[in-house]
Antibody, heavy 119, light 105 residues
Framework: EVQLVQSGAEVKKPGESLKISCKGS????????IAWVRQMPGKGLEWMGI????????RYSPSFQGQVTISADKSISTAYLQWSNLKASDTAIYYC????????????WGHGTLVTVSS | EIVMTQSPATLSVSPGGRATLSCRAS??????LAWYQQKPGQAPRLLIY???TRATGIPARFSGSGSGTAFTLTISSLQSEDFAVYHC????????FGGGTKVEI
């Protein structure tokens, strides 16, 4: 069974850094792309970026370029999303999702990580 | 960036009824269109890809149609578990989602 298991909820202060994770299992992690999707409270889905763990080829949405960093460690089948300077507006649920290509549908999703940024 | 517009924002349907959801693209996305279902507190789930192909395990009451700029998700004979938010996504040029349609009783 394909599973994407995300790290737990985080509460941070503005200006702090954060790295959340998404661990894949039940499939070949290196042969699929992993995307990150933001959902702000009560809002829709926003694609942030995507990475191919086999070679770390990474693409970002223009809206998120320079705001976050996406990385992966194929040796432990884990993808990451990180911030260096959190803002209150980063408060959201962040989902990882699997895709067969950089521009494809997402056939499996993680359960989401709630990030709360508040002073 | 391709903008995806879903309508209506909220759709009220009775159990057993039929729901028709619309998704429009600001430019042609061919058939590179997916639909997702999201229930409260849950992650989205892939329903339809390629505009009309049901994902694994998706019941036949869900059907997708359209190409180019206009797409439709139809749910025939709504079950209680179908009341949720539905998102469309294009993956023809970049990746963008629509704003979602909430299907409620």
């Amino acid at each position: 069974e394909v599973q994407l298991v995300q790290s737990g909820a985080e509460v941070k202060k503005p200006g702090e850094s954060l790295k959340i994770s998404c661990k894949g299992s039940g499939y070949s992690f290196n042969t699929h792309w992993i995307a990150w999707v933001r959902q702000m409270p009560g809002k829709g889905l926003e694609w942030m970026g995507i990475i191919y763990p086999a070679d770390s080829d990474t693409r970002y949405s223009p809206s998120f370029q320079g705001q976050v960093t996406i990385s992966a460690d194929k040796s432990i089948s884990t993808a990451y999303l990180q911030w260096s300077n959190l803002k209150a507006s980063d408060t959201a649920i962040y989902y990882c999702a699997r895709s067969v290509g950089p521009e494809y549908d997402f056939d499996s999703w993680g359960h989401g990580t709630l990030v709360t940024v508040s002073s | 960036e391709i903008v995806m517009t879903q309508s209506p924002a909220t759709l009220s349907v009775s159990p057993g009824g039929r729901a028709t959801l619309s998704c429009r693209a600001s430019q042609s996305v061919s058939s590179d269109l997916a639909w997702y279902q999201q229930k409260p507190g849950q992650a989205p789930r892939l329903l339809i890809y390629g505009a009309s192909t049901r994902a694994t395990g998706i019941p036949a009451r869900f059907s997708g149609s359209g190409s180019g700029t206009a797409f439709t998700l139809t749910i025939s004979s709504l079950q209680s578990e179908d009341f949720a938010v539905y998102h469309c996504q294009q993956y023809n040029k970049g990746l963008t989602f629509g704003g979602g349609t909430k299907v409620e009783i």
